[in-house]
């Protein structure tokens, strides 16, 4: 086993976690937004009321924007109804960790994928969780399924660089973090030039 390469910065933060926002539904369980600018039939003066028509799963998040604490049990409700359950799991998974119970997080995210192997959410936490319990293997599993589920994500490519540096693979690294830097936009794309710059010296220096 090769030496784990020491920085000779502090290592930079990986990024977080990924949030599921709301799915858009088939067209036999659409749930159209209200069109204010349609041709609603009212007489001139009429009040239209407009009502809200939310799934536990949006009721849920709602509340886990606003970051109300009642955002973990309307996640369980969700779940309890069938309500987007592999979304639902995902982001309760989110909320666990957030709160200091890794064990929790973990069962969240893994439940998420039997309901939904290929969720991109799910795979892509899974591995944020198993980079803070430095397991750098199943780390970059996930990330490497989430990127076959999206390739154009750029955060995993930063993530998995940082994997790949600390686990000694100097040329994966250079190439994963290479690859985040053609998709992240340019202010944030940044972020990855001084960790770049080390790798490209210590390979330099490796030779």
Same mark, same amino acid.
């Given at each position: ?5 020491? #920085? ?7 990024? $977080?976690?990924?949030? +599921? ?7 036999? !369980? &659409? ?13 001139? !003066? ?10 536990? #799963? ?13 955002? &973990? ?26 709160? $200091? ?9 893994? =439940? ?18 198993? #980079? ?26 930063? =993530?998995?660089?940082? +994997?790949? &540096? ?7 690294? +250079? ?33």
């Amino acid at each position: 086993m090769g030496n784990i390469l020491q #920085f000779s910065s502090p290592t930079p933060p990986k990024f $977080g976690f990924e949030k +599921v926002r709301k799915r858009t539904r088939s067209a036999s !369980g &659409a749930r159209d937004q209200l069109n204010l600018f349609g041709h609603a039939k009212a007489s001139p !003066g009429k009040v239209l009321r407009l009502t809200t028509d939310m799934s536990p #799963f949006e009721e849920a998040l709602r509340l886990d924007e606003k970051e109300d604490p009642r955002a &973990a049990k309307a996640y369980r409700k969700s779940i309890d109804a069938g309500d987007c359950v592999a979304d639902a799991y995902c982001n309760l998974g989110i909320l666990e960790s957030r709160a $200091g119970n890794p064990p929790k997080a973990f069962d969240c995210f893994t =439940n998420s994928l039997k309901h939904d192997p290929r969720h991109f959410e799910s795979h892509y936490n899974l591995g944020n969780l198993y #980079f803070e319990e430095s397991n750098f293997r199943l780390a970059r599993m996930h990330y490497e399924i989430a990127i076959e589920l999206d390739p154009t994500f750029s955060n995993i490519y930063f =993530n998995l660089g940082l +994997v790949h &540096a600390l686990s000694d693979n100097l040329k994966a690294a +250079v190439n994963s973090l290479g690859t985040y830097r053609k998709l992240a936009p340019a202010d944030e794309a940044r972020k990855a030039d001084q960790l770049l710059a080390s790798l490209k010296l210590s390979m330099t220096n490796l030779r």
